[in-house]
Each structure stands twice: as structure tokens, then as C-alpha cells.
């Protein structure tokens, strides 16, 4: 079946522009979420959702990040006034219930971001 | 603050030779611990995963070893080859945060045939 697709899969913008970011998760997967990896860095938590409500958004590095979900399936990560620090790659995962024990996440192959 | 290290950006093993990557932790409240591997432009696909109860788990030629006093914990891969050539992340979970996890930098394999 078909994995976890992102779009676009390379976006460049000018700061202080808006950019959205979509996630498609595996169908059925009712858990999403979306780290984000720096330049040499490890991938970072922004937030997770299960389904359509978010009940840890304790990654999101400020108030210009934004993410929702709808339909329990497709989710937006919206970064508005981009900044040069925001230039990462963006990826989105998904799992079945959201447990770490029994769920595998499932990783798209990420949105490269790059910000002038 | 850095809760999840891999203090080797990267690690250069002969092929057939065992490939050991390393991984650190702070927080004692992590109770579940993942390797996943990168390939460039493709997202992180899951390896082996460990539980805090145990000290060992072993799946084929990948075998991660936990050491919860150390808080420390290693992913030896044996015989090594040449499509194992990637980049290793170390993950950690604590059973109150959901699904959440917490990456180390990453550790990039190269095996040489």
C-alpha cells in the first residue's frame, strides 16, 4: 500500500513569506506527527495529533508555526513571516494508534525548506 | 538541552567487520528506545526497538544493547554490508508523552567492501 507522501517535496521562499506544508499518512493511521531535521542536526518533535486534535504541540518553535488536521487524515504545517532559521527538511509521520510500544511511525521523505 | 546523544557523527567499518553505534541519554524518565536508519532524500525507517525492561534485543544480524545504569545504549550490527551505509538515529520515548520521540544527532555508516 502506499506510504506517507508529503508536498511538495522542496520548497524555496523568500523570508517573511507564508508557506504550507501538506502531510497524506497512511490510510488509517489515526496518529501524525511532525519533526523537522536542522543541518546536521537529529530530527526534531514539532507536534502530534491524534486524530484530528493535537494533544502535544510542545514542539512548535513559535507562534508563527501552525498545524492542523482534518478528516482524522491529511494534515497542513503552516510557518507564517519565514525566517532563514526555519530552512530545515520537514517530516511527517504517521501510526496506527499512537502508542510507541506497539506503533511503528512511518515516515514520509520529508519537505526541504529553504528560506532566503 | 540535548536529552538524546550520538557523540559519532560518523563511523567507517570493513565489510563482514561488526558495526557498533552508541547512543547516550539524560532523562530517566525515557522507557523506550529506537534505532532508525536514513538513507539521503528518503525519510527514516524504523530498525529495532528496545523496552526498558529489557537489556537486549536482537532481530537478524541487528542487535541493540541497553545499559539503563549507564543510560546508554548501542546498536551492533553483525556482518556488516555495504547497503547498511546510511545515517542512524537513536530515538527514546517516556510512556507518558504519547508517541513522542526524542532524536539523537544521528551516526553515519559507511561499510567498505
Known amino acids: 500500500g502506499a506510504g506517507v507522501s508529503q508536498s511538495p517535496s522542496n520548497k524555496v521562499t523568500e523570508k517573511g513569506k507564508d508557506v504550507e506544508l501538506r502531510c497524506d499518512p497512511i490510510?488509517?493511521?489515526?496518529?501524525l506527527y511532525w519533526y523537522r531535521q536542522s543541518l546536521g542536526q537529529g530530527l526534531e518533535f514539532l507536534i502530534y495529533?491524534?486524530?484530528?486534535?493535537?494533544?502535544?504541540k510542545s514542539g512548535l518553535p513559535s507562534d508563527r508555526f501552525s498545524a492542523e488536521r482534518t478528516g482524522g487524515s491529511v494534515s497542513t504545517l503552516t510557518i507564517q513571516r519565514t525566517q532563514q532559521e526555519d530552512s530545515a527538511v520537514y517530516l511527517c509521520?504517521?501510526?496506527?494508534?499512537?502508542?510507541?510500544?506497539?506503533?511503528?511511525?512511518?515516515f514520509g521523505p520529508g519537505t526541504r525548506l529553504t528560506v532566503l | 538541552d540535548q536529552q538524546v546523544k550520538q557523540n559519532s557523527p560518523s563511523l567507517s567499518v570493513q565489510e563482514g567487520r561488526i558495526s557498533i553505534l552508541n547512543c547516550d541519554y539524560t532523562?530517566?524518565?525515557?522507557?523506550?528506545f529506537l534505532w532508525y536508519k536514513k538513507y539521503p532524500a528518503e525519510g527514516p525507517t524504523f530498525l529495532i526497538s528496545?523496552?526498558?525492561?529489557?537489556d537486549k534485543n536482537e532481530d537478524g544480524r541487528f542487535t541493540v544493547f541497553l545499559n539503563k545504569s549507564a543510560k546508554h545504549l548501542s546498536l551492533h550490527i553483525v556482518p556488516s554490508q555495504p547497503g547498511d551505509s546510511a545515517v542512524y538515529f537513536c530515538?527514546?520515548?517516556?510512556?507518558?508523552?504519547?508517541?513522542?520521540?526524542?532524536f539523537g544527532q544521528g551516526t553515519e555508516l559507511s561499510v567498505k567492501p
Open positions: 490510510s488509517g493511521h489515526t496518529a
Open positions: 509521520a504517521s501510526s496506527i494508534t499512537g502508542g510507541p510500544r506497539t506503533d511503528t511511525q512511518y
Open positions: 530515538a527514546a520515548s517516556a510512556g507518558n508523552q504519547g508517541g513522542k520521540l526524542i
Open positions: 532523562n530517566s524518565m525515557f522507557d523506550y
Open positions: 528496545i523496552s526498558s525492561i529489557k
Open positions: 495529533f491524534q486524530g484530528n486534535s493535537a494533544p502535544d
